[in-house]
């Protein structure tokens, strides 16, 4: 198993990220509308991972519905970004009424001896409504700043994270496991190491890469690496929290996995689980920190 692991973490190192950089760097026509195309696509397997999951408990919601919630908002803010002259943003607004409408409406066309269930099924759908969709509605969101390196800065923080946590947490973390009870194999090593490694991230774009902030600060400016290191911090802490909600859905559903569609990860929903809660802090803090100074 350990060995599984292993080889899963180098194929997202050495395959995955690259290709997600690819698709950044080298395919940003329409403000990256190929990765954001991907991201609407993962955001609505992710929220069929979900919906399989209420099932356990008895919410249960077609697969079409569920599809559909899942892509609504992260498809709106596409259209909107990647065609503003065919789509003003108001039709971001429109998508949610649609989605919220549905979810509380179509109980009513419930059959009879299906109507005790009708609440649940309203609460789920407003649940694979959020999420994941309203979080990753945030990743494609941040291409309203027309720099795709911001993209690049907000994925490797998280990945970062990610692997350095896994890596620290294998090397250090046997004898301090357990702190959480909804992953026991986290530990504080893997904690600490996560921190790390999406604060360093941040650092050495502040140092090396000033062309992913908007201050116009010069390289070694200390007014660009404190909000620098803020911003890989926070943004570091809302992906391994992001990272347990998740875990805790799964226990409480009494799933191991969200899916097995991904080698070594599970189902898509464990792979942009960080993602999808890092995104808004990621955004706020860039906003206030960087963008919102000019």
Request: with cysteine; net charge positive.
């Amino acid at each position: 198993m350990k060995v599984k692991k292993i080889i899963a973490r180098l194929t997202i190192f050495f395959i995955g990220l690259p290709a997600v950089a690819a698709l950044v760097l080298f395919l940003p026509w329409r403000q990256n509308l190929v990765l954001n195309i991907v991201a609407v696509i993962a955001s609505g397997i992710g929220a069929l991972e979900f919906s399989s999951m209420l099932r356990k408990k008895n919410i249960r919601v077609t697969k079409i519905e569920s599809f559909i919630l899942g892509c609504l908002t992260p498809a709106a803010i596409t259209l909107t970004i990647s065609f503003p002259h065919l789509f003003p943003a108001w039709i971001i607004t429109c998508f949610l009424m649609l989605g919220a409408g549905w979810s509380l409406m179509s109980g009513i066309f419930t059959c009879k001896s299906e109507l005790e269930n009708v609440l649940n099924r309203v609460i789920g759908r407003f649940a694979l409504l959020i999420y994941p969709g309203f979080f990753v509605y945030w990743v494609i969101k941040m291409n309203i700043w027309g720099n795709s390196y911001i993209i690049l800065l907000f994925l490797l923080i998280t990945f970062a994270c990610d692997s350095i946590a896994w890596f620290f947490g294998t090397l250090f973390g046997e004898n301090n496991r357990g702190l959480i009870a909804v992953s026991p194999n986290k530990s504080i090593a893997g904690f600490i190491g996560g921190l790390l490694g999406s604060v360093i991230i941040a650092a050495c774009a502040a140092f090396f890469f000033p062309g992913f902030f908007f201050t116009g600060h010069s390289i070694y400016s200390l007014p660009l690496l404190f909000p620098a290191i803020l911003l890989g911090f926070l943004t570091g802490i809302a992906a391994m929290l992001g990272d347990l909600a998740e875990s805790a859905i799964k226990r409480s559903c009494d799933f191991k996995d969200s899916g097995k569609l991904i080698f070594g990860r599970g189902g898509v929903l464990d792979s942009i689980d960080s993602i999808a809660a890092a995104a808004p802090v990621f955004y706020m803090l860039y906003y206030f920190l960087f963008a919102n100074i000019i």
